[in-house]
């Protein structure tokens, strides 16, 4: 079986948008330098991620995992778990996610993390190995997510906002305005007030089981192009050069 080639662009924003940790500062040099080149993302689009390149490689450690869990485990509106925004804790997304690690499987791909298969680091890894044009098709299905997403981190002056813009100009699509503005009026967490986050986290959990995507065309359209079918497609085979 021929290697599956890497997409460094796409597994240089899965680790910047992982935990921080030490060996994710030492490799800061490479992974901008990786962002920096790749003329997929237009001038601006490079320049916008250098302060979070930056930030990682030097910032104190401490500073940055609280900052980190802040913004993305305390606050649900940032979620990393892409079908938290979708379906929060329902069934409906824990059949999803089930849909997805399949995927994963039928494309030779075994993650090694505690996070959810939904988690957003995971699936850019995934979508690393797989031809560009079907990860593009993926990131677009995701398109609305994204937007609101740097919406949010842009209110909070986060400098993580350039990289779901990074992400949306991959896509190469717009998001559409009434997904994205749904998603805009929702109320925002306060990431400072813990306890009506607890309340809100407490309020349900994923539940794995049958009815995968029931009633749900947004999960329906990011899992269609990549739901295993009985027999091989396009872009569940290995990519070769």
């Not at 030779?108 to 031809?131: K, Q």
Request: hydrophobic share 40%; glycine share 4%; aromatic share 6%.
């Amino acid at each position: 079986m021929v290697p599956q080639l890497q997409d460094r662009t796409l597994k240089a924003l899965s680790l910047i948008l992982s935990y921080p940790t030490q060996e994710l500062q030492k490799a800061m040099l490479e992974i901008g330098a990786v962002l920096a080149s790749d003329t997929r993302l237009t001038a601006a689009q490079r320049r916008a991620l250098r302060p979070l390149v930056e930030e990682l490689a030097s910032r104190d450690i401490y500073d940055l995992e609280e900052q980190y869990v802040m913004l993305f485990d305390r606050s649900r509106t940032l979620s990393l778990n892409l079908f938290e925004h979708v379906h929060g804790e329902s069934r409906d997304r824990g059949g999803a996610m089930v849909s997805l690690v399949e995927t994963y499987r039928a494309g030779g791909f075994d993650p090694v993390t505690p996070e959810l298969p939904d988690h957003l680091p995971v699936l850019l890894e995934f979508l690393a190995t797989r031809p560009f044009s079907e990860a593009r098709e993926t990131l677009a299905d995701a398109a609305h997510i994204f937007t609101a997403l740097i919406g949010r981190l842009s209110r909070r002056e986060s400098n993580y906002a350039p990289v779901f813009g990074a992400l949306v100009q991959l896509s190469g699509v717009r998001a559409d305005k009434e997904a994205v503005g749904a998603m805009l009026g929702q109320p925002d967490d306060d990431p400072n007030d813990l306890e009506a986050l607890d309340e809100v986290w407490e309020e349900s959990e994923v539940l794995f089981g049958p009815d995968p995507n029931a009633d749900c065309p947004q999960v329906r359209d990011m899992l269609a192009k990549m739901d295993p079918p009985q027999t091989p497609a396009p872009m569940l085979r290995p990519a070769v050069e």
